[in-house]
């Protein structure tokens, strides 16, 4: 079927519905990995999501801004969805001095001040995971260029907006932790 054939090709674990098109039988004979007669029982086995808090309207960016997407507080809202801001978590303010990753090995963040703040995310990475991994995150949505939730890309340690490829310190941490990691670059 086209859409199971989808979902492997993503990689992805499928879910058929009976009340569709198809039947149990034939959904089963074409490999869902789960079948299900109720939409509630859709809710036990999609797993738990993890976000950027500034993608739910936290003001806790750098600037003290945030980066709201309505779906993603809507989810939050429903408790479809755990927040964290390792960055605040780790003991930075909002607002703070932007900050880069300078070098990977050894690791070594710096503000535009050149204030050395590495532990600070460190320690921010390491209360996010444990929250993560307490909710049994699975999949995570960050936005890009974060020297800690940064994806598919961060700033290059220059402060000149030019971006490298590379993870920040959280986004990596949870690839590590087998935490899928999807970006938001709006």
């Known amino acids: 079927m086209l859409i199971l054939d989808t979902g492997y090709q993503a990689d992805m674990e499928t879910i058929g519905v009976t009340w569709g098109f198809r039947g149990r039988k034939e959904l089963e004979d074409a490999g869902a990995n789960f079948v299900v007669d109720e939409p509630f029982e859709i809710g036990e086995i999609v797993l738990m999501i993890g976000v950027s808090a500034c993608l739910i309207g936290e003001n806790c960016t750098y600037s003290g801004k945030n980066n709201l997407v309505l779906g993603l507080k809507r989810l939050y809202e429903l408790g479809e969805v755990v927040c964290v801001c390792p960055e605040v978590m780790g003991g930075l303010s909002t607002p703070r001095n932007p900050a880069e990753i300078q070098s990977v090995e050894p690791l070594l963040?710096?503000?535009?001040?050149?204030?050395?703040?590495?532990?600070?995310?460190?320690?921010?990475?390491?209360?996010?995971?444990?929250?993560?991994?307490?909710?049994?995150?699975?999949?995570?949505?960050?936005?890009?260029?974060?020297?800690?939730?940064g994806c598919d890309g961060i700033y290059?340690?220059?402060?000149?907006?030019?971006?490298?490829?590379?993870?920040?310190?959280?986004?990596?941490?949870?690839?590590?932790?087998?935490?899928?990691?999807?970006?938001?670059?709006?």
């Not at 204030?115 to 949505?141: C, N, P, Q, R, W």
């Not at 907006?161 to 590590?176: R, T």
Request: charged letters at 25%; proline letters at 1%.
């Open 156 to 186: 290059d340690g220059t402060f000149s907006h030019k971006l490298i490829d590379g993870q920040g310190v959280f986004a990596k941490m949870c690839e590590e932790h087998g935490i899928k990691v999807f970006m938001r670059n709006k």
């Open 109 to 149: 963040i710096t503000t535009n001040q050149q204030v050395d703040v590495t532990k600070e995310y460190l320690e921010g990475a390491k209360k996010a995971m444990s929250i993560f991994l307490a909710h049994d995150v699975k999949v995570a949505i960050f936005k890009i260029r974060s020297p800690s939730c």
